[in-house]
Structures are given as structure tokens and as C-alpha cells.
């Protein structure tokens, strides 16, 4: 085994890598850029050393800089998470030629499988099914079209260098071909520097399972069991778990041993990931992920394996640890991709910092110990009071449960999601609840359409705030004017609301999803207090809980208890398993709003501009889009908010722009 390591990666996977090496015993290495150097994998590691700055193409992309540090530290190998690095043949080959082991599979392996087009031809050799389709050389337009034409519509265009769901295309009909493949040729040539496609029949319907496999430098090869990642939102995971549900044995060994033979074929050393796509029974190779996958925990929790462990042995040579016959499945396992990003705007990332940060009780996974099978993990490579910055993933945390069964597990998944806290960045996790509680979901009705589906339910604008949230609400509002009166003067913030013995008091809130205004009045007279959210005055009281910003309330007949975390005159109340968020309208301080209206032409977050559609005099209609940006790997593209004309574009391609910034001048009309 290893002495130390350098771990090539940040957030949650570099910590997560982190933790098994500390198990080990064996010393880890952090890299990190300008944006990270208060970063958690820098704390966590035992050493760290500066890469660079904070765009990833000056720090954890920069192959020199990362040996050089491994070769100053004196780490033996590397581990590149995923993302970044780890699919880079250049970078293994580097880490090679400097004398350094790469924690993964060889170079010609991940050249092998990093071309879709190239490893089809090669599955296609060892005899794994393959969707129907062309992969072939030929990129001449008019051939591409005539294959599409003859597999019959719907067809899927598919970057070959792609990845993290970009670059893909659905062609629905013949005479749409040709404009389809010129503009996956686009993105494919400016997001992989490569524009050669491939096209599969697109199949309606289908779920994405995939299997773990894992390979050792001595030709054993296993397969850890299989993963359902089928509810996705553009082609991009949201939630995923082991097993698949409704696997029939059979199938669940065929799919394990076409992994298996596909690893072979390219002689694949260490973890990877065979991705297939389903249709009922049938099971076809899609790609193979050359690396340790973002999803890969929940293969830990229902084989009580440490696969970073298995990657540092299989690297340092040793055999796998276990046999097939080894390997067991012990219940089931569901992982949520907790995401700083608005679900209502397209899943728009969104930054800031983290001012409130509270996961389920479960807490951090501690690999190796009883926690091993806890129910809860939470995977994550932030803290409270950290920022998620436009440089990078905005993942939060990824939520992991295990249960005796699936039902189990999900009803451990929609508790712990109720029980996470998040002030700061939108974040994704009423979305996620929504998710984990739909019908399809709970009853394992799984294919990779179900979002779009349930679209209306998924997304609908929550309820009216609970008036159980409202009276929390109140409730911190009067302690906290109570600890302000005892802090600065007696008489300052009660006195307006004295009234001969008793008095009453109206507030105005603002629910700040839906733009609502919500009244509540409060009266007190003598010992009684009342308060009316919505209907008539209720007799009410309130208290103070042990914990910080815990306080609770009795409205009527109803007790509850919950959390409100203050952040100026914004209330983020957690309760009932749901956040709301109120905005206290004081009317004593109230500016006008600076509110970012839908239709404005300005950049909805940093980021750089990838496409410009448009030019000076152009005449558009609502809708028309005009700008692509790009931002923490996700394209955005804004359109004109009204019909008008364009007078001026303020931006070009492979700008950077500031959150905010006006992007171009549209004139009404
Ligand atoms: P895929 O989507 O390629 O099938 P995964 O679901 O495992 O596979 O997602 C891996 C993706 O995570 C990468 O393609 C990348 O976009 C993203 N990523 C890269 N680095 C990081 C990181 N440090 N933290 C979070 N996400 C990352
Ligand atoms: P990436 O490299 O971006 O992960 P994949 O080839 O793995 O690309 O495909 C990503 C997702 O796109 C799949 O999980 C699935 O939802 C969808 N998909 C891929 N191929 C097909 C197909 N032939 N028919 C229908 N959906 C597909
Ligand atoms: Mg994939």
C-alpha cells in the first residue's frame, strides 16, 4: 500500500477520498486553487498545496502543476476523483512518465472507451448488445443522414467525445436531420475540441442502468451489482440507487457478465462504470465511465465495501479483494444529488454563500466503522458558512440512505430530506422531495422520461405558507424585537405596539416564492396572546427551543416545533418537512426591491458567453434566443423577452460576464 497520495480533485469526491486514506493510514495530499484555499478537501487532506487560480483550466486541469506538486511532496500516486482529470489520457500518461501511479485504469483503456463511436466498434467485437445504430467513421453529412433515414425516427445524435449528457441531439423527423447534426457538430467541436458524432435509435422510454465493475492488474475482473440512474433532467442524474428495482435475476447476471467482458476487452484495471440502457428486458451498452462515478456510494452501502479502498489496492498492485462468489447484495440503497440550483428556472445553478447548513442526523459517512451501514450518509465537501462559486459543480451534498428494503429506504429518503436546511443559494431539495414522494417513484415505475412527465407536479408552485410556518415566524420575530428591546432600551421596538394594557399588532410578510403577501395579526391581552395567518384571531403561544433558532408555537389546537434562521428580514422557517421563506416587510425600512425580472436581458449568473444568435438590427419574437452562456457546466440560453429589435449586442463569444451584466439592448416593438 501507498504511503501518501496526491488527490488531483476538490469538493466532496477529494474528501471522500480523504477519509479512506486516513482509515488506511495513508497520508493524502490536497491541490487546490485561489477559490478553494478555505476549502473543507484542503482541511481534510494532511497536506495541501496552490495550483493555481480559480477557473479550473488554470488549477485542477493543469497536468504540469499537479506533478510537480505530487513529485514535491513526495506522493507515489494520484487520485483523480471524477470530472476534472480523471478521464485525461494525457494525464495518466503524464502521471506515468514521472514515475507516478495514476489511481485508475491504463492509458490505452481510457483512450479505448473515451471515443463512444470507437468503443462501440470495440463492445461490438467482445459481443456486448448495442443499441441499434451507426458508429461508424464516415462523418460525411449526407451518409449520416441516409443511416438515420433507414433506422427510422425518432434517432438520438451523440457527441462521441461527449459527456455529462452535452451534446446530444433528438431528431424527430427526416427533414429536421441535417440542421440537428450541424449544430451537434457545433457543441461537440467547441465543448470537446472534437465533432465527430453517432447516431442510436432513440428509445422511448427506457431506463439507464449501469454496473459497477472493478478489475485487478492480474486478470480478475468482478461486477459490484448494478445501479438504476433513470430519473435525470437533461440527460444528467438526479437520483440513483442499488439494486436497480425489478431486476430479474437472470438479466441482473447477463448485465454483469456483458460489464465484465466489456472491461476485458480494453484489459481494464481498477473501478469502472458500464452504463446501459434498457428496455424491458433488454439491455444494451450506451458508455463506459473510465473512472470512480459521482453515483457510486450507494454500490457501498448495499455491499458494505469501501471502493476508494478497492481503487488504492487494485493501484498498488494487489489482487481484488474479493471473488464473485463473494459478492452480496444486502438491501437497498437510494442517493439524492443535493444541487445549488433553481429547479423552477430551468435548474439555473445558483451561487453564494452557504449561511445555514444543516444535514440529517446521520451525519458525516465514517467508512470502515458501525456507521458503515448507517442508514444516512451525506457525502459533501462544504460547511456551513462556505460558498459555492461559480467556478465549479455546485453540488451541496450527495444524501445517501440505506434500507432493508427499498420502501424502507425511501421513507428514510423523504424524512432526511425533510431534515436538511440549506440558507443561502436556491438548492434543489424541495424538488428532491417532490421527487421521492411522486407515485412513479415510490412504486419503482422508472424510466428516464419521468421528470419531463410529472413535469406540472414536480414543479408547481408551493402552497400558501403553512400557517404553522407563519406562526414560527411570528414567534422569532417577537423574540427577536424582545431581545433587541432588552439590548438597546426598553422602549424602542415594543413601544408601537402598546395599546392601553393590551395591544395588536398587523404584519405584513411576503412569501418570497410566490411574491404573496401574507398578513398576520397579533394580539395580546394580559397573559392571552392571540394570532390570526389567514383566517380569524386563534389563541397562540410560543416558546424558545434548546437550540439555536429553535422555537415553538401552539396556534388553535396544532403544537409544532421547527427552526427559523434569520438573515436580515428574510425568515427561512424549516418545519413540517418543509422550508418556507418569508420576507418581514418593514415598513419603516422598506426600499424598493431590486428584484431580477424574468425578461431582462442580463446575464442570469457568471459566466461566459458560448454562442451569440443574433446580430445588431434583428428582428425578434418573444422567445427567440439570443445568447448561450455557459456556467458551472450548464448551458443557458436567454431569449427575448418580448417581440423587438436588437440595437445592440454588448458581448462576444468567449467573454466573460459578471452576474447582472447587460448582455444586449432590445428594443420593444
Ligand atoms: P456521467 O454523468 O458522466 O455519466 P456522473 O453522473 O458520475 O457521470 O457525473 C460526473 C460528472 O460530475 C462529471 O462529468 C462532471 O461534470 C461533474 N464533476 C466533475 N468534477 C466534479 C467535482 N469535483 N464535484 C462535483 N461534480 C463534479
Ligand atoms: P453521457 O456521456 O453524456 O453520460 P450517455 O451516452 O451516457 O452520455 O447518455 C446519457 C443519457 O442519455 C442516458 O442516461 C439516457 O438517459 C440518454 N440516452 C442515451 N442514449 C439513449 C438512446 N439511445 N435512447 C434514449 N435515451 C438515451
Ligand atoms: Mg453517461
Request: charged share 20%.
Amino acid at each position: 500500500m501507498f504511503n501518501k497520495i496526491l488527490i488531483a480533485n476538490r469538493g466532496e469526491i477529494a474528501c471522500r477520498v480523504a477519509a479512506t486514506c486516513r482509515r488506511l493510514g495513508v497520508k493524502s495530499v490536497a491541490v487546490f486553487s485561489d477559490a478553494d484555499a478555505n476549502a473543507k478537501h484542503v482541511a481534510a487532506c494532511d497536506e495541501a498545496v496552490h495550483i493555481g487560480e480559480a477557473a479550473a483550466a488554470q488549477s485542477y486541469l493543469r497536468i504540469e502543476r499537479i506533478i510537480a506538486a505530487a513529485r514535491a511532496t513526495g506522493a507515489q500516486a494520484i487520485h483523480p476523483g471524477y470530472g476534472f482529470l480523471s478521464e485525461n489520457e494525457d494525464f495518466a500518461r503524464a502521471c506515468d512518465e514521472a514515475g507516478i501511479v495514476f489511481i485508475g485504469p491504463p492509458v490505452e483503456a481510457i483512450a479505448a472507451m473515451g471515443s463512444k463511436a470507437a468503443a462501440k466498434a470495440l463492445m461490438h467485437a467482445a459481443a456486448v448488445p448495442l443499441v441499434p445504430g451507426y458508429h461508424g467513421d464516415d462523418q460525411d453529412a449526407a451518409l449520416l443522414q441516409r443511416e438515420a433515414d433507414a433506422m427510422g425516427y425518432p434517432v438520438l445524435l451523440k457527441a462521441s467525445a461527449g459527456g455529462g449528457g452535452k451534446g446530444m441531439r433528438v431528431v424527430e423527423r427526416s427533414e429536421d436531420f441535417a440542421a440537428a447534426l450541424a449544430s451537434c457538430k457545433r457543441e461537440a467541436a467547441s465543448s470537446f475540441g472534437n465533432d465527430r458524432v453517432l447516431i442510436e435509435k432513440y428509445l422511448t422510454r427506457p431506463r439507464h442502468v449501469e454496473v459497477q465493475v472493478f478489475a485487478d492488474k492480474h486478470g480478475g475482473a468482478v461486477y459490484l451489482f448494478d445501479r438504476d440512474c433513470s430519473v435525470q433532467r437533461r440527460h444528467q442524474k438526479v437520483l440513483e440507487e442499488a439494486p436497480a428495482p425489478g431486476l430479474d435475476e437472470s438479466v441482473r447476471r447477463a448485465m454483469g457478465e456483458a460489464a465484465v467482458a466489456a472491461a476485458r476487452a480494453v484489459q481494464y484495471v481498477g473501478a469502472g462504470t458500464v452504463e446501459f440502457i434498457m428496455t424491458g428486458a433488454d439491455f444494451y451498452f450506451m458508455e463506459m465511465n473510465t473512472r470512480l462515478q459521482v453515483e457510486h456510494p450507494v454500490t457501498e452501502m448495499v455491499t458494505g465495501l469501501d471502493l476508494v479502498e478497492w481503487q488504492l489496492r487494485v493501484a498498488a498492485g494487489e489482487p481484488l479483494p474479493l471473488e464473485q462468489s463473494q459478492l452480496v447484495v444486502q438491501g437497498h440503497a437510494l442517493e439524492a444529488r443535493i444541487y445549488a440550483e433553481n429547479p423552477s428556472r430551468g435548474f439555473l445553478p445558483s451561487t453564494g454563500t452557504l449561511k445555514h447548513l444543516r444535514m440529517p442526523a446521520g451525519g458525516e459517512f465514517t467508512i470502515g466503522t458501525a456507521l458503515q451501514r448507517a442508514s444516512v450518509r451525506i457525502d459533501s465537501g462544504v460547511r456551513e458558512g462556505d460558498t459555492i462559486t461559480p467556478f465549479y459543480d455546485p453540488m451541496i451534498a450527495k444524501l445517501i440512505v440505506h434500507g432493508a428494503t427499498r420502501e424502507d429506504a425511501l421513507a428514510r429518503m423523504q424524512r432526511a430530506l425533510e431534515a436538511c436546511e440549506v440558507v443561502g443559494p436556491h438548492t434543489n431539495v424541495e424538488f428532491l422531495h417532490r421527487l421521492v414522494t411522486c407515485e412513479p417513484f415510490a412504486s419503482a415505475d422508472l424510466d428516464t422520461g419521468l421528470i419531463e412527465r410529472h413535469h406540472d407536479a414536480l414543479f408547481a408552485p408551493h402552497q400558501q405558507p403553512l400557517r404553522e410556518a407563519l406562526a414560527l415566524a411570528c414567534a422569532a420575530l417577537l423574540a427577536r424585537e424582545a431581545d433587541r428591546s432588552r439590548d438597546v432600551s426598553p422602549w424602542t421596538a415594543l413601544s408601537h405596539w402598546r395599546l392601553n394594557g393590551g395591544y395588536t399588532q398587523s404584519h405584513t410578510w411576503r412569501d418570497v416564492e410566490t411574491d404573496a403577501a401574507i398578513s398576520a395579526t397579533y394580539a395580546q391581552d394580559g397573559n392571552t396572546q392571540k394570532l390570526a395567518c389567514a383566517g380569524g384571531l386563534e389563541s397562540w403561544t410560543w416558546w424558545r427551543g434548546a437550540g439555536a433558532d429553535e422555537y415553538g408555537t401552539t396556534i388553535g389546537d396544532t403544537r409544532v416545533t421547527g427552526r427559523v434562521f434569520i438573515d436580515g428580514d428574510v425568515f427561512h422557517v424549516f418545519c413540517l418537512g418543509t422550508a418556507v421563506v418569508l420576507e418581514w416587510q418593514n415598513l419603516l425600512a422598506h426600499a424598493a426591491d431590486t428584484e431580477h425580472g424574468e425578461g431582462r436581458l442580463t446575464a442570469p449568473m457568471p459566466g461566459k458567453v458560448i454562442a451569440v444568435l443574433v446580430e445588431p438590427g434583428a428582428v425578434v419574437e418573444k422567445g427567440t434566443p439570443l445568447i448561450v452562456m455557459e456556467a458551472m457546466k450548464m448551458e443557458h440560453t436567454i431569449g427575448a423577452p418580448a417581440a423587438g429589435k436588437v440595437t445592440e449586442v454588448l458581448y462576444g463569444v468567449g467573454d466573460q460576464v459578471a452576474d447582472g451584466a447587460q448582455l444586449l439592448v432590445l428594443e420593444a416593438g
